[in-house]
T-cell receptor, first 114, second 112 residues
Framework: DTGVSQNPRHKITKRGQNVTFRCDPI?????LYWYRQTLGQGPEFLTY????????KSRLLSDRFSAERPKGSFSTLEIQRTEQGDSAMYLC????????????FGEGSRLTVL | GENVEQHPSTLSVQEGDSAVIKCTYS??????FPWYKQELGKGPQLIID?????GEKKDQRIAVTLNKTAKHFSLHITETQPEDSAVYFC???????????FGKGTRLSVIA
């Protein structure tokens, strides 16, 4: 296994368009997290799944954001009607969810909204 | 909810010197404190972590100390090398089962 994979790595879009990011976690990991990171800031929690169940969403997460993890494997994060403020790096991470705590991050998907 | 403050935001040291990064947290229920290193163009990677049942943990040149009473924890890097240059993030959670809350990061530059 080569780790957490995210696609696309870069996305440039115009304001108002919809974008979707995909994350493929490490295969045996049952937990999957989405974080957002802007320049000079730490990762900010968005949402996470245990298997296919979405267990928690940040209060900061706008209704324009939706995430899914069908069948408990890969996950998608969709942003509808993008705004310039959505420009950021979107990081996906996975973990065993056994309380060990270690997150394995992908290299991220960078979104630029023009 | 949890809030993690991290200082300093930037740190420059000479190669071979030590570097110390400090974090404070707000939620006394937090008991898991990891440190992540992020290199340019990559996702953060865990370098060391500590749980509240211990006060200090070491792994070669890296050590973390925890003061639960004061709600702060620190990362210590000794004998720094140019490859230690990166952004370091502290984080906190409850038992590793709740989402990690990260600090804003410290950009460490090791000058050869």
């Amino acid at each position: 296994d080569t780790g957490v994979s995210q696609n696309p790595r870069h996305k440039i879009t115009k304001r108002g368009q919809n974008v979707t990011f995909r994350c493929d976690p490490i295969s045996e990991h049952n937990r999957l997290y989405w974080y957002r990171q802007t320049l000079g800031q730490g990762p900010e929690f968005l949402t996470y799944f245990q298997n296919e169940a979405q267990l928690e969403k940040s209060r900061l997460l706008s209704d324009r954001f939706s995430a899914e993890r069908p069948k408990g494997s890969f996950s998608t994060l969709e942003i509808q009607r993008t705004e310039q403020g959505d420009s950021a790096m979107y990081l996906c991470a996975s973990s065993l969810g056994s309380g060990t705590g270690e997150l394995f991050f992908g290299e991220g998907s960078r979104l630029t909204v023009l | 909810g949890e809030n993690v403050e991290q200082h300093p935001s930037t740190l420059s040291v000479q190669e071979g010197d030590s570097a110390v990064i400090k974090c404070t947290y707000s939620d006394s229920a937090s008991n898991y404190f990891p440190w992540y290193k992020q290199e340019l163009g990559k996702g953060p990677q865990l370098i060391i972590d500590i749980r509240s049942n211990v006060g200090e943990k070491k792994d070669q040149r890296i050590a973390v100390t925890l003061n639960k009473t004061a709600k702060h924890f620190s990362l210590h890097i000794t004998e720094t090398q140019p490859e230690d240059s990166a952004v370091y993030f502290c984080a906190a959670s409850y038992s590793g089962n709740t989402p990690l809350v990260f600090g804003k990061g410290t950009r460490l530059s090791v000058i050869a």
